[in-house]
């Protein structure tokens, strides 16, 4: 018997570069991803509208999340300019897809895959106009730039009225329209549950593409420029080049999710692209955990579920005061408990989400053994 | 004339209380190399715990009590949710400190309450005409209180063994740790300072008007000043502080001649410019020079 | 093997139980959506324990940045509903304004998600906060037959159906501000000075419509939140431009401050201010309160906490001694609406969504103890037979509770009589 038969026999040994590259390096991993997208395409006919509805914002969020992943986890840039791409994302598609007659600026392209590849385009094409700003600095530098990119962004987009309704006002998302049925109205299923199927597809896609985009050449070179620049530049991986190209692909996802966000509301006004939204991205991946796709959209969903989940916790607290005008009250604790829980997460699990199911799952790989 | 001059006197008032946060924020980053977004929770508690003190004790023992409380507060903050993290990625403290700004923010929100109120500060808006230009008390008291301020931190880091100790950690930390320094007393320190500051800055931020509970948002203007200033220098802070000060205020001022669509090149805009010049004004410096006026350009070894 | 199959094993028993977990909470049977927020079973906490409960929910601003608006009125929606059950509730039932009140943190998604966690557990939806926020609700609350009661007095929901709009707009009290200047004040300039959207282009679009009407000059001034260093323009604006009378539609932050520094720097005109723009609180800085009492005037068309109406009157006899607000007032003003409401239903049998819907578009007043403009509570016309056009003002008098007395009974100004509305004032360029 062969060296190569006898390692072959062997389970969940990897004989090659190529085999640990794969999409599915693993068959548990492969096993388990299916029976998670089938529990997920389950879910609509078990869980209540409320519920979904937050899950497929999870969903579009992840979308966005894993935009940021890129150039954030994979490349090494801090971004807090994220909710800007997202907000050019909304914008484009609204506008791609929006009724030429009218108040707000509109194409009347109502055709779903044209109007969500023109908010992905439209947010790219601003990447690559920022980009080369970006690719001079590096870390905190990096960081609050962007930052200036969202209240510049805010600033734009109040003031443009015509393509955004202005501060307060808003104005209409795109309407996804499948084989003539409007997703946004209730048929023989809910809203609810037709978006979260739609949402649900459509992150499998961009997951899996995104996936695909790290393992090649392109996201290895991104691990070379985020772990040292410069030797990615003497061992002929041009640092800007990639940058540019994170910055841009990270900029598509970004107003993918934009195209999306506000499509179960059917309508969005000026001020959601503000530093908050950067934030609530940056603590998706975080908490998630970087360069993980997976991280970033159990990051994701945790993000989208952390009102409700605060305001569950705080329906134990009965001593806490329901008035509005006595403190604390359970609406402060609410808020308080939203930004506690992820200090809290950070605290206790750096890594993030990512990092505590690597742990849960070395624990059981070696039990009973501790190490 | 005198309009310009006007400007330029607000420019310095508002500046001095960028200067006052932006000082805060890169004691922090000096000490730990983090940027602390918890800055403004401490400007909004400092202001809103002088003036639910001022009515009792007076403005000037209110400001007294309030700069050393929430100094306090921010040590304590640091000791329980930052200095676990040491050592962890700068992201995800910078994160971690934002979790703590939502919180401290509600918390001061809170004890704000429904009715405006005010820190009870002696100038008002009173100001002096001088050849038609208005000169402010409570600007004029901004620039004083910052110079003083700033004199002090000089002799701080120039003379006392703590401030000696916290410029050598923040040269190299290691070598500073060997030759006996505490790096757990400079970390203490600088949060409390940095919370200090911001509290002063609140404060200023906050006379001749009615707090509200968006007065936080001063706090981020530091971002561009510091910025601008370059992350590590403090007397970069103070002079990129007042640029973005009386750049915002020649904005917010002439906003209306130029961007009314008569003047050639210029769009025509209704909205005021004034919030967005700092980020502007970055954007164009950091085209010319990417580490900002006076930071320090990295050094690359491969 | 055994690895992989053991791990196949644990993930299969993972995905039952995950299965079982979510269908243990899973997809309940929705019941009769029509009746839904209606119970045979008493309310929690009743006053009436034989009584059913009608549930209204509530959305709005707890510790975001309109919270000092939010929290006070639904304290007063709260208390005027506790007096309702206290003297035996409506038709049998108690009226719940407790259990389903959340916090939107002003933020459009969570205001959609909230909406849609109480959404089958609520007869109407009786404060909605933020103008965007409630539209991104509004189709949803329509298709399930939920009136809405919006916290706002923008010109755009006269032409909503399904929502309960109380009050004189903005858009027709600031004609109203422009007509008095003219007539009374004499003015032959106006300046505007206003936030942009929603609320400030409302009032500053009625403005301009009553100075173009009257031919006097118009001075835009567009600002955004923030103290006097944020208004340098404002006020270097005013200083030059030197209108006769300010209309102002921001909040009282702004209005401290711009009338504090224009005053001191010489400008003797008025300042006339849209609900919003004031708060008692003003007159506590002693540097602001004799320029604010020559020259401010708050124009309003809810009557100010210490009015003298009967409705207003019952109300501060019910509270007894708190914090006197202005909002708490139009929370408790709003309710009587809601009221009205729901009687009528009561009465014709009708006690369901749909009947509530269908109540309402016949709705052709309310008595409201005069605490309402006169006509109001009218839905059953169109928008122009709907709309409310008068307007009350106010001067500032420390003496008072809030700080404000009426000093102009409620009027209609010429411009805002024969005005026809066509669309949302707010959208007009």
Known sequence: ?371 | MSEFLTAVVVGLGSGSIYALVALGFVIIYKSMGVISFAQPAFLLSGAVLVSLLSPSIGFWGALAVGVVGIAVLALGVERVAIRPMVGKAVFVIAIITIGIDIVVRTVAGAFLGVNPRYVGDPWGLGSWTVGGVVIQHRHVAALATAAVVMLALFLFFRFTPIGLAMRAASLDQEAAMAQGVNVGTVFAVSWALAGGLAALAGVFAATGEPISNTLWIVALVALPVIILGGLDSLGGAVLGGFIIGIAQALVSTYHRDLFSGDVAFLPELTNNLGPVTPFIVMFLVLMVRPYGLFGTKEVERV | MKTPLRRLGTLAAFAAATSLVLTGCGREDEGDKNVAGITSEPCPDAVNEDNGCIYLGIITDMTGPFSPIGGPMVQGAQAFWKMVNEAGGIGGYDVDVTKYVKDNTYNETTHAQLYQEMEGDILMLAHSMGTAHTNAILEDARDSDIVVLPASLGSNWLFEDGVMHIGTSYCAEGMNMVDYAVDTLGAESVGVVHWPGDYGDDSANGAKIAAEARGIDVFDYTTGQGGADAQTGVISGILQDKPDVVVIATSAVEVGTIIGMTAAQGYQGKFIGAIPSWSGALLGNADLAPALQAMYLHASSIPAWSADTPGHQEMRDYVGDIEPNDWFAVGWAGSHAIKALLEQAIADDKLNRAGVVETLNAMEGVDSKGMLPDGDGHYAGDANENAIRSTLLNVPDASAATGLTQSVEPFVGPTAQDYEFTEACYLMK
């Open chain 1, 1 to 371: 018997m062969s060296t190569r038969t006898i390692l072959q026999s062997r389970p969940e040994l990897y004989t090659g570069y190529g085999r640990e590259m794969g999409l599915f390096n693993t068959r548990a991993k492969w096993i388990g991803v299916l029976a998670l997208v089938a529990v997920a395409a389950a879910l609509p006919m078990l869980v209540a509208d409320d519920l979904l509805r937050i899950l497929g914002t999870g969903m579009v969020l992840a979308i966005g999340a894993i935009g940021l992943n890129l150039v954030t986890g994979y490349a090494g840039q801090i971004s807090l300019g994220h909710a800007f791409f997202v907000g050019v994302g909304a914008y484009a598609s609204s506008a791609v897809a929006g009724d030429p007659e009218g108040r707000t600026l509109g194409f009347g392209v109502t055709f779903m895959p044209a109007w969500i590849l023109a908010g992905g385009l439209a947010a790219a094409l601003c990447g690559v106009i920022v980009a080369p700003l970006a690719t001079r600095l590096r870390g905190l530098y990096l960081a609050i730039v962007t930052l200036g990119l969202v209240f510049i962004g805010t600033y734009i987009f109040n003031a443009w009225s015509d393509l955004t309704g202005g501060p307060g006002v808003g104005r209409e998302a795109a309407r996804p329209i499948l084989l003539g049925d409007d997703l946004t109205r209730d048929s023989s299923y809910t809203s609810e549950q037709k978006l979260y199927w739609l949402f649900l597809v459509l992150l499998l896609v961009f997951a899996l593409l995104a996936r695909n985009l790290v393992r090649s050449q392109v996201g290895r070179a991104f691990a070379a420029v985020r772990d040292r620049d410069v030797a990615a530049g003497v061992m002929g991986v041009n640092p800007s080049r990639y940058k540019l190209i994170a910055f841009t692909v990270s900029s598509f996802y970004a107003g993918v999710c934009g195209s999306l966000l506000y499509v179960a509301n059917r309508h969005f006004g000026a001020e959601q692209f503000g530093l908050l939204l950067s934030i609530q991205f940056v603590a998706m991946v975080l908490i998630g955990g970087a360069a993980t796709i997976s991280g970033s959209i159990m990051g994701a969903m945790l993000i989208a579920a952390l009102p409700r989940i605060s305001s569950e916790l705080t329906n134990y607290a009965t001593f806490i005061s329901t008035s509005p005008v006595e403190h604390p009250n359970v609406f402060e604790t609410e808020a308080v408990m939203y930004g506690a829980l992820i200090v809290a997460f950070l605290l206790f699990e750096p890594r993030g989400l990512f990092g505590l199911w690597h742990r849960i799952r070395t624990y059981w790989k070696s039990f009973p053994f501790s190490y």
